[in-house]
């Protein structure tokens, strides 16, 4: 393979979705990564500690030595080989580990040794990581930003999937962002989050300045993400549009989205029977997540519903979920967004039906 430069310019890196080695031990990747980085270490968890423990107790070079002895023959041969069965299918891509320093250092060596030269990021994942945090803030800065908001169930993520302005906040959270929402699979982690947050945001910006970034309202937590400090304020300042959405479609919607759509999650990852079992448990569980804030008594009469409806959907009729579904937004759900729409209502700027919405963000973010 022919020689490629080492490379600092990071920006380039995740607008071109460039394929990265990381180099890090398995629990370092598994506390944070990049979108499309692939872990092939250099040691394993265990040989890290000891090396480490090698390093603070005898310096530098013992903790080399320890490494070289750690990791050789026949698994070192099979690590070299992972990186260059890598680099031969991905010839535009790039290693690194957490500072830049000695272990991309030596596997780029290895590798080179073997007859295969490949480029390192100048820095590592740290210095990765470090411009993402930089770069959230000043795409946010570089343009216009509008919150969609909208009633529970109104399509507002649908909506957002037809806009090429548009970054899917829950998407990348990996959960649909009420008490009902968690996905099966589970989230990423919040550092995992933020770096694909960030990513998405640059490649917004750079494909268009004074196209408004599009977000859907979200209050601080989605899930067990936390949104970043700078991305909530410049949401709490921008301006709103406003879906508009009767409550019959509203409820037709959350069924599809929450009941159908979750089911077919569940059994495709669980099996006919167990995914229906986990299914039920979790809906269950979101429910009674809500107990404090419904009350004793709707919880009660919520509770009965629901229950009803998983029987009834079990025997071959999910139509059930509607009633349970129609009651919690009309009483919980609709309250509640009455509430927080009161306190920014001199924000909105436009709002109408799906259709009058969508023309009108489409015409401020065009495709």
């Given at each position: 393979m022919p020689k490629c430069p080492?490379?600092?310019?990071?920006?380039?890196?995740?607008?071109?979705?460039?394929?990265?080695?990381?180099?890090?031990?398995?629990?370092?990747?598994?506390?944070?990564a990049f979108p499309g980085a692939v872990n092939l270490p250099l040691m394993t968890d265990d040989?890290?500690?000891?090396?480490?423990?090698?390093?603070?107790?005898?310096?530098?070079q013992a903790a080399i030595a320890l490494g070289h002895d750690l990791v050789q023959g026949e698994a070192k041969a099979a690590r070299v080989q992972a990186w260059i069965d890598f680099a031969r299918s991905h010839p535009d891509g790039y290693l690194y580990c957490f500072r830049g320093g000695l272990r991309s250092q030596i596997s780029r060596q290895w590798m080179a040794d073997a007859g295969c030269d490949y480029p390192r990021v100048i820095g590592g994942y740290k210095a990765m990581r470090n411009y993402l945090l930089q770069a959230l803030e000043t795409s946010l800065a570089q343009g216009p930003v509008i919150v969609l908001s909208g009633q529970t169930g109104c399509a507002k993520t649908q909506l957002l999937h037809q806009l090429a302005g548009a970054v899917d906040l829950e998407g990348l959270a990996r959960h649909r962002g009420s008490a009902f929402g968690?996905?099966?699979?589970?989230?990423?982690?919040?550092?995992?989050?933020?770096?694909?947050?960030?990513?998405?945001?640059?490649?917004?910006r750079h494909a268009s300045l004074t196209r408004p970034l599009v977000l859907e309202d979200e209050s601080q937590l989605i899930g067990r993400i936390v949104l970043p400090d700078p991305l909530?304020?410049?949401?709490?300042?921008?301006?709103?549009?406003?879906?508009?959405?009767?409550?019959?479609?509203?409820?037709?919607?959350?069924?599809?989205?929450?009941?159908l759509d979750k089911?077919?999650?569940?059994?495709?990852?669980?099996?006919?029977?167990?995914?229906?079992?986990?299914?039920?448990?979790?809906?269950?569980?979101?429910?009674?997540?809500?107990?404090r804030r419904l009350g004793g008594w709707r919880h009660q009469q919520l509770q009965a519903l629901m229950q009803s409806a998983i029987d009834a959907h079990l025997d071959g009729d999910p139509l059930g979920h509607k009633l349970w579904i129609r009651v919690i937004l009309q009483e919980y759900y609709d309250p509640m967004y009455a509430y927080q729409l009161e306190r920014k209502t001199d924000r909105v700027v436009f709002r109408g039906s799906y259709e009058l919405v969508l023309d009108f963000l489409a015409r401020a973010a065009p495709h």
């Open positions: 080492d490379t600092a310019d990071f920006r380039q890196l995740f607008l071109n979705d460039a394929p990265l080695i990381d180099t890090r031990a398995p629990v370092e990747f598994a506390q944070g040989e890290r500690a000891q090396v480490g423990l090698c390093y603070k107790q005898h310096g530098q968690k996905r099966v699979g589970g989230q990423p982690t919040q550092i995992d989050f933020e770096n694909a947050l960030s990513i998405a945001l640059l490649k917004r909530l304020a410049a949401m709490k300042q921008s301006p709103i549009v406003l879906i508009e959405t009767g409550l019959e479609q509203r409820v037709e919607h959350t069924y599809a989205n929450y009941i089911l077919r999650e569940w059994q495709s990852h669980a099996g006919v029977e167990e995914g229906f079992r986990q299914f039920a448990d979790e809906l269950l569980a979101s429910l009674s997540g809500l107990k």
